[in-house]
């Protein structure tokens, strides 16, 4: 009886035991999932990896452990759960297309390709699949590497072993974001959570391993993201958490949304400040990434609002009348059923931006998209090596097109994300000017060239008195003209299969290029000479322009930002304008001699949409302005050679100057 009795206890005491296993795998199932529903998914990794230790079989908690290693972007990881979650009889057609990106992100495109196939047949619906498994194919893989050869690239000396990441040109640096530790009381008290790393800062940098942090007005406890900077740099968008003024708010699912705000500054070393928001901005959704058209009126960004085509699109606003127009998404010709993000617009309108929903190497690729008459063509990726496996984005570049950054959390760096720099192998031809009827060459002749899609001229260099180089840029189509005095203008044409060859496979090209000049025929000439007492020329159209009596807005040597005094004189500008409210002017900016012809035209553009900025955003109508840009060639103190000219004499030919059209 005594042993009866004591196996009963005994399979009680099991059964107990095994109800509170049950009980306790319940309750660690259920602490793990709320911090997956929190996006704390470093604190769930760890809980769903116990749970699944104790029990291989749960299949629940093997997927969203994958899910998050996808998210906190630990493509390894996610690769070793997502192969398991696919052999699933129940599992979702989503984790095949998971399993593919993981394995692509990781190197392993065959594998990639075939679990894409898998994808696509799975969900139809979506092109991705069928896109992918396609783009994998030898021949086309074959076209990711063909411009390889033409980069120069190298992690930028000031990453840390955090993230650095969304790199902008402001001033003479750059503006980029970092959650580097600095040791400041804001990183000890608060972590993100959904990594457990420190909240991004916005800092600043002028080159070397010298770094700062933007500005403590700008950066707040929360997360600051990618910037971008309106031409007269005196003003910033930046992204940052939906945290304004000390107030915190999040969505009706508790999720804090990223937003867009905007902050200016009355001065080069000033602090920024009087931050709005972005009139679009909501809380149910994020919008960030922004990126301006050179003139400032137009802003695109990225945000996963209502209506979209994917998980992130890419969105424009346009300034006109003192607001904002409502944001208009660019179409299913750039966003996908993936994330499009981080745009960059140059200054001929054209598009690059990071996706991973149109085909790519694996993970966030960066593509161009150039404009057309107003329409943005098919994206174009960039190929490698500035595209890899893993995510590549941030992409910008300097004037010259030779040189600039992008992001990349690639194999070989020193952090999370990494900030590279890029310089792009430029092509130069050799250019002979000879004379048609003799074939004798042409001494001391000019030659310039002319990008055919831009019609932008500049003026080759001279390696002597006879022979002069011509450097080109990437997939630039060139008509080359020579000038000489007694001479008709020459003409000639830089051949595409030259250009191709040098640009695409990485030749050296030694060719010489002659263009040939006629003699012009001189013969008597007893034609009266015109009239010198009346105009040869009427500015504009119109004899009655007049110049504002106002002192001319001056620049800094090789600056284009609004000082101090040239504020003062655009605000007696603005104070005119509201007097006569249907006064229309010009904004007409110069340089000085030191710098290329090409250079000083590009600098003076800049200096005119600085001005033109300054106005438009004090409330003065666009339509009232006009800017023109004239490099050096209308000098206010003549000095050919910039050795002739003092500082002083420099400086006056810095300038805006303000001309009335109309009144």
Avoid at 171 to 199: A, L, M, P
Wanted: charged residues 25%; glycine residues 6%.
């Amino acid at each position: 009886m005594k042993k009866i009795y004591a196996e009963c206890i005994l399979t009680i005491l099991i059964f107990l035991f095994i109800g509170s296993l049950a009980h306790a795998q319940v309750l660690r199932m259920t602490l793990a999932n709320k911090k997956y529903e929190q996006y704390h998914y470093a604190d769930a990794i760890q809980m769903y990896e116990a749970i699944v230790a104790a029990n291989p079989e749960n299949a629940e908690a093997t997927e969203k452990l994958a899910h998050c290693y996808r998210k906190i972007n630990d493509s390894k990881n996610a690769e070793k759960w997502y192969a398991k979650v696919v052999e699933t009889p129940k599992s979702h057609p989503i984790n095949k297309l998971y399993y593919a990106q993981s394995l692509a992100k990781n190197g392993k495109y065959k594998e990639s390709q075939k679990w894409y196939n898998a994808y696509a047949q799975a969900a139809k619906a979506d092109p991705r699949g069928s896109k992918f498994a396609m783009s994998y194919n030898d021949s086309v893989m074959a076209n990711f590497y063909k411009d390889s050869a033409r980069y120069k690239i190298q992690l930028a000396e000031f990453n840390s072993e955090q993230a650095d990441f969304s790199p902008m040109f402001f001033r003479e640096g750059i503006v980029f974001c970092s959650n580097r530790k600095d040791g400041s009381i804001r990183q000890v008290k608060h972590t993100f959570q959904w990594n457990k790393t420190e909240f991004l800062d916005l800092y600043y940098t002028s080159g070397g391993e010298g770094v700062e942090k933007l500005n403590q007005r700008l950066n707040s406890r929360y997360h600051e993201g990618p910037v971008t900077f309106f031409p007269s740099q005196d003003s910033i968008i930046f992204t940052r958490n939906n945290y304004l003024n000390g107030k915190y708010k999040t969505s009706k699912d508790k999720t804090n949304k990223l937003k867009l705000y905007f902050a200016n500054t009355s001065s080069e070393n000033g602090d920024w400040g009087n931050i709005k928001e972005f009139p679009y901005n909501n809380n149910e959704y994020s919008v960030g990434h922004p990126t301006l058209s050179t003139d400032g009126r137009t802003l695109y960004f990225a945000s996963d609002m209502p209506g979209g085509y994917g998980g992130t699109d890419i969105y424009k606003s346009v300034y006109s009348r003192g607001k904002w127009s409502r944001p208009v998404n660019l179409g299913a010709e750039i966003n996908t059923k993936g994330n499009e993000m981080f745009p960059f617009i140059d200054e001929n309108e054209d598009l690059y931006f990071s996706s991973d929903g149109h085909a790519g190497l694996g993970g966030l690729d960066m593509f161009v998209s150039r404009n057309k008459n107003g329409k943005f063509t098919a994206p174009q990726n960039l190929g490698a090596p500035l595209n890899s496996s893993q995510d590549d984005f941030g992409y910008i570049f300097d004037e010259e097109r030779e040189e600039g950054y992008f992001t990349s959390n690639r194999e070989g760096g020193v952090g999370d994300d990494d900030i590279y720099t890029f310089k792009r192998k430029t092509c130069k031809f050799i250019v002979v000017v000879v004379n048609e009827k003799t074939n004798e060459i042409i001494k001391n002749a000019k030659v310039e060239g002319i990008e055919v899609e831009t019609a932008v001229n500049f003026p080759a260099e001279s390696l002597n008195d006879s022979i002069y180089t011509f450097k080109t840029k990437l997939r630039t189509n060139y008509d080359l003209k020579a000038f000489k005095e007694g001479f008709e203008e020459g003409n000639s044409k830089l051949s595409e299969e030259k250009l191709l060859r040098c640009l695409v496979g990485g030749e050296d090209i030694n060719d010489t290029i002659y263009i040939p000049i006629r003699p012009i025929e001189v013969f008597a000439d007893n034609t009266p000479q015109p009239n010198k007492d009346k105009p040869r020329f009427r500015y504009k159209g119109n004899p009655n322009v007049k110049v504002i009596e106002v002192t001319n807005v001056y620049f800094d040597f090789d600056k284009y930002y609004i000082r101090p005094d040239a504020a003062k004189e655009l605000d007696r500008v603005i104070e005119i304008m509201n007097q006569y409210p249907t006064l229309k002017i010009e904004l007409s900016s110069h340089t000085d001699t030191r710098a290329t012809n090409y250079y000083n035209i590009r600098l003076a553009q800049r200096r005119s949409r600085a001005s033109y900025h300054y106005l438009v955003s004090r409330g003065i109508d666009p339509e009232r302005l006009v800017v023109n840009s004239f490099g050096e060639n209308k000098l206010a103190v003549d000095c050919p050679d910039f050795k002739d000219c003092n500082e002083e004499e420099h400086q006056l030919n810095r300038r805006t100057e303000i001309v009335i059209l109309s009144y």
